[in-house]
């Protein structure tokens, strides 16, 4: 306690060479900023992980049940067994392969996807339809029969069949292959847009079209209730993970229990190792703004000869004198520290309170006019930890030379 007492009247005192107390202040500064930007980063680094997943949300299901082997599952029997379930809300199969694209005299590379007509208890398809309304029908006239289907901004755009016919090709599944007749390799069917899609996403609003799955069953030559995926939506309140080990364990190892995380693991793992890695590169800085930590010490250490002689005299250890200038160190890496976790959180908070801070660019064209900031419990914990070991580090730095000079 009597090297805490000291330590803290060294550090609270005037100095009385005024470039001690500039240089400590500075010293402290530079701990605060470098904290700080730490805890700003990671809540922009959780604010964008938010929004991504808000865009997940609106076209990929809560649980997504697909085959463990194979490209096919039995989707309306498999559907039927898991709707029973006390937690899931709806259950629908869905059938997804690529195509190709024709309208007069454009092509386009897409992916279609066939949902049945109850698929918007699990998907909201109206929460991302832009224009028109998506219709599971089928129409006939004159030149022979046509499926309804909800483009993708993107293929609408690249199509140019916002009001025409456009035709979906794929190769032929089974059957023999005349090489006189290459068109012969294909099978075809007919689509009329009904409705228009935007997700925001660029993945998705490129090159996805949603048809009938009675369509896409006919255009890929199934004729039973084959599907690749059964899409799930849970009851409110039902944790994600939870449930999909339950369903899990339920279905077997035939088939994969996928969360809307684990569906997109490639684009949330990406902005994890941004985020951590800008994270490191924080940290670094912040231990090199600890350097001017131990300069202040060794003035400090100078300053103070006299008293330390004082000490030796009155029968003090060098230990004790040791301590003093390790819990001084120490004390000002965690208050610069502590002052810039509450800079931090208090700029995070107010950016994520009242936006202040905007993104450039046309606002019409974005999905977002201001910078996502989401302030984590567990980040500033994290933080906080980093400041304790940065203060250990330092306090054992400032034992190694004081030890020399008292």
Same mark, same amino acid.
């Given at each position: 306690?009597?090297?805490?007492?000291?330590?803290?009247? &060294?550090?609270?005192?005037?100095?009385?060479? #005024? @470039?001690?107390?500039? +240089?400590?202040? $500075? !010293?402290?500064? %530079?701990?605060?900023?470098?904290?700080?930007?730490?805890?700003?980063?990671?809540?922009?680094?959780?604010?964008?992980?938010?929004?991504?997943?808000?865009?997940?949300?609106?076209?990929?299901?809560?649980?997504?049940?697909?085959?463990?082997?194979?490209?096919?599952?039995?989707?309306?029997?498999?559907?039927?067994?898991?709707?029973?379930?006390?937690?899931?809300?709806?259950?629908?199969?869905?059938?997804?392969?690529?195509?190709?694209?024709?309208?007069?005299?454009?092509?386009?590379?897409?992916?279609?996807?066939?949902?049945?007509?109850?698929?918007?208890?699990?998907?909201?398809?109206?929460?991302?339809?832009?224009?028109?309304?998506?219709?599971?029908?089928?129409? &006939?006239?004159?030149?022979?029969?046509?499926? #309804? @289907?909800?483009?993708? +901004?993107?293929? $609408? !755009?690249?199509? %140019?069949?916002?009001?025409?016919?456009?035709?979906?090709?794929?190769?032929?599944?089974?059957?023999?292959?005349?090489?006189?007749?290459?068109?012969?390799?294909?099978?075809?069917?007919?689509?009329?847009?009904?409705?228009?899609?935007?997700?925001?996403?660029?993945?998705?609003?490129?090159?996805?079209?949603?048809?009938?799955?009675?369509?896409?069953?006919?255009?890929?030559?199934?004729?039973?209730?084959?599907?690749?995926?059964?899409?799930?939506?849970?009851?409110?309140?039902?944790?994600?993970?939870?449930?999909?080990?339950?369903?899990?364990?339920?279905?077997?190892?035939?088939?994969?229990?996928?969360?809307?995380?684990?569906?997109?693991?490639?684009?949330?793992?990406?902005?994890?190792?941004?985020?951590?890695?800008?994270?490191?590169?924080?940290?670094?800085?912040?231990?090199?703004?600890?350097?001017?930590?131990?300069?202040?010490?060794?003035?400090?250490?100078?300053?103070?000869?006299?008293?330390?002689?004082?000490?030796?005299?009155?029968?003090?250890?060098?230990?004790?004198?040791?301590?003093?200038?390790?819990?001084?160190?120490?004390?000002?890496?965690?208050?610069?520290?502590?002052?810039?976790?509450?800079?931090?959180?208090?700029?995070?908070?107010?950016?994520?309170?009242?936006?202040?801070?905007?993104?450039?660019?046309?606002?019409?064209?974005?999905?977002?006019?201001?910078?996502?900031?989401?302030?984590?419990?567990?980040?500033?914990?994290?933080?906080?930890?980093?400041?304790?070991?940065?203060?250990?580090?330092?306090?054992?730095?400032?034992?190694?030379?004081?030890?020399?000079?008292?």
């Amino acid at each position: 306690m009597l090297s805490l007492k000291i330590a803290l009247r &060294y550090l609270l005192s005037r100095k009385s060479h #005024s @470039a001690v107390n500039i +240089i400590s202040a $500075i !010293s402290v500064a %530079g701990v605060a900023v470098a904290t700080a930007a730490i805890v700003v980063v990671l809540s922009v680094f959780n604010g964008f992980t938010s929004l991504a997943e808000g865009q997940f949300s609106h076209i990929d299901p809560e649980l997504k049940v697909t085959p463990s082997r194979g490209k096919v599952l039995a989707g309306d029997s498999l559907a039927q067994v898991i709707a029973t379930q006390q937690y899931v809300a709806a259950a629908a199969p869905s059938l997804q392969e690529r195509a190709l694209a024709v309208a007069g005299e454009t092509q386009l590379a897409v992916v279609f996807i066939g949902v049945g007509p109850g698929y918007e208890r699990v998907v909201d398809l109206r929460g991302v339809t832009d224009y028109g309304e998506w219709r599971d029908t089928v129409y &006939y006239n004159d030149e022979g029969m046509a499926y #309804s @289907a909800a483009p993708a +901004i993107g293929v $609408i !755009s690249r199509l %140019g069949a916002r009001a025409s016919l456009f035709s979906l090709y794929v190769p032929r599944r089974v059957g023999r292959i005349n090489p006189a007749n290459p068109a012969g390799a294909f099978r075809q069917a007919e689509f009329i847009p009904t409705a228009m899609l935007r997700s925001d996403r660029m993945e998705f609003d490129g090159d996805h079209i949603v048809i009938p799955i009675d369509a896409a069953r006919d255009l890929l030559g199934y004729d039973g209730d084959e599907a690749t995926a059964v899409d799930i939506a849970l009851q409110p309140g039902i944790d994600a993970d939870a449930a999909a080990e339950d369903l899990g364990d339920l279905l077997g190892t035939d088939y994969v229990v996928e969360t809307r995380l684990q569906q997109q693991a490639a684009g949330f793992r990406m902005i994890s190792i941004e985020k951590w890695v800008t994270f490191l590169m924080l940290v670094f800085i912040l231990v090199i703004a600890t350097f001017n930590i131990i300069s202040t010490l060794s003035l400090l250490v100078i300053e103070k000869r006299d008293n330390m002689a004082t000490l030796r005299f009155m029968g003090a250890p060098r230990g004790l004198i040791s301590r003093i200038f390790m819990l001084q160190s120490a004390m000002i890496t965690l208050a610069g520290g502590i002052a810039g976790i509450l800079v931090g959180v208090a700029l995070s908070l107010a950016q994520q309170w009242g936006g202040f801070i905007t993104l450039s660019g046309d606002p019409a064209k974005m999905t977002i006019s201001v910078y996502p900031v989401e302030v984590s419990a567990l980040d500033i914990l994290i933080v906080m930890g980093i400041i304790v070991v940065t203060a250990g580090a330092t306090a054992l730095t400032t034992r190694i030379f004081t030890r020399k000079i008292s």
